[in-house]
């Protein structure tokens, strides 16, 4: 069993499951009955929410997959590609819009689970 990739799957479920229980009560919820936005911008982003749980989970199982012996790292670099370029792509929006990172974190996770995959892939 890799460490390495055990360690980031770990983390990488750690992260799918605060997006599951914090981003369902906060914004998944409330985001089909939300009145101010159009219908369309409504259901498009209760959609998108869903497609982001789904691509957390399929982090995490490329992980903890290539952690098992004898596994190829073609899942763990795609999920550790995936982290950082969701930890990048919010430090992007966080700086393009003046957003405070207390108010839009969500690269302070992604960031220690690109870190983690990266040191598992060239160990």
Request: hydrophobic content about 55%; glycine content about 6%; some cysteine.
């Amino acid at each position: 069993m890799d460490i390495w990739f055990l360690t980031a799957g770990v983390a990488a479920a750690a992260v799918a499951l605060t997006h599951f229980f914090l981003g369902g009560r906060e914004i998944a919820r409330p985001t089909p009955t939300a009145g101010e936005m159009h219908s369309v911008v409504r259901h498009t982003n209760y959609y998108c929410w869903h497609l982001v749980t789904l691509s957390l989970v399929l982090m995490a199982a490329g992980f903890f997959y290539t952690a098992l012996p004898a596994r190829p790292q073609e899942p763990a670099a795609a999920a550790t590609l995936f982290a950082a370029a969701a930890a990048f792509r919010c430090l992007g929006i966080n700086l393009r819009f003046n957003l405070k990172h207390a108010h839009h974190p969500q690269w302070m996770l992604f960031l220690p689970v690109a870190v983690i995959g990266a040191a598992g892939l060239f160990q």
